[in-house]
């Protein structure tokens, strides 16, 4: 499962997380990630409703933040981020996104 909040502004911003990581925080000797609950939990959805969310949202132009192994493989296979565009910090995976 995941959780998947779409923030909106003047630019959408879709956050993507996988469920097991939400309000923990990850960091290496140069980078953290707080996988804020305020920030990443929305709607607790399955894999289909993320990609669906994932497809709709490119449309839309907005921005995603996404991490976690699962979210991350699953924009990797929606083609929206590539393998270069994923940092890991502590072994989890993000990716940020601006289309």
């Known amino acids: 499962m995941y959780f998947i909040n779409v923030i909106k502004s003047y630019r959408d911003i879709v956050a993507i997380c996988d469920k097991e990581i939400l309000g923990k925080i990850f960091e290496d000797e140069k980078f953290q990630i707080n996988v804020k609950e305020n920030f990443y939990k929305g709607k607790e959805a399955n894999e289909e409703e993320v990609r669906r969310i994932i497809n709709d949202m490119v449309r839309e132009d907005a921005t995603f933040n996404i991490v976690g192994k699962n979210s991350v493989k699953i924009a990797l296979e929606e083609g929206i981020i590539s ?6 910090i502590q072994g989890v995976p993000v990716a940020l996104v601006l289309l």
Not at 83 to 88: A, D, L, N, P, R
């Open 83 to 88: 393998q270069e565009g994923i940092k890991e």
